[in-house]
């Protein structure tokens, strides 16, 4: 019901009245924190999970990841996700890469991004596996994923390889939408390339994707 303030107040009903609370407990609260912009409350927590004895999960680490970014701080979002690889407190999962490529992609560090792409392909963390996080307003899709991908390197100034992922998104039956060549035309456009991006329009009409607003805008 995004009544995160009540919860936050339940919670500490529970906390003072010595209800035994849990790791999910925990984390559930730490979402609350993070959804109300107080992060460092969430760090509290975290703390206090440790200090009972508890384990803290790949869940916990996400929320405060995903917290970190909301707040505008992906710089301590990935130092963060480096730490918990270097000291192997986790394994990190197909949520926590997404959380963190995610925000780096709205905030224009697409070099970070195609690094931490690099490191997921490594690793064997394949798109394909991603599913919704109970943390909240993750992506939904594999598609949109390979967008953001795509995103990152036409960025880079790779658009050979953004044109790339276009293509392994269709053989893995991914079919570009209109976010897709939304993007490719938005790259071919800062490249000061017009006529290129007026050709994605024309395949968009094609393939019948109806064009939207930030299409004409573009």
Do not use: W
């Amino acid at each position: 019901m995004k009544q995160y303030a009540v919860a936050v107040s339940v919670f500490r009903d529970m906390y003072v009245k010595g209800i035994p609370v849990n790791v999910f407990t925990f984390s559930t609260a730490m979402i609350c924190f993070c959804h109300l912009n107080c992060v460092d409350y969430a760090f509290a927590l975290l703390a206090a999970i440790i200090k009972r004895g508890f384990v803290p999960n790949v869940v916990t680490y996400n929320t405060l990841i995903r917290g970190l970014i909301s707040q505008d701080n992906p710089v301590e979002a990935q130092l963060l996700f480096t730490n918990l690889i270097r000291f192997k407190l986790i394994q990190p999962n197909v949520v926590t890469y997404t959380t963190i490529i995610n925000g780096l992609c709205k905030r224009g560090h697409a070099s970070m991004v195609v690094k931490l792409f690099k490191y997921m392909d490594k690793k064997g963390c394949k798109p394909d596996t991603i599913s919704r996080s109970s943390i909240g307003s993750l992506p939904s899709n594999d598609k949109e994923r390979y967008n953001a991908k795509f995103y990152a390197y036409g960025k880079e100034g790779m658009i050979n390889v953004a044109e790339d992922v276009i293509k392994f998104m269709i053989q893995r039956g991914h079919f570009p939408d209109v976010v897709t060549y939304n993007s490719l035309m938005d790259i071919y456009c800062l490249r000061g390339e017009v006529d290129e991006a007026l050709a994605v329009l024309q395949t968009m009409k094609t393939r019948d994707i109806v064009p939207d607003i930030r299409t004409y805008s573009i």
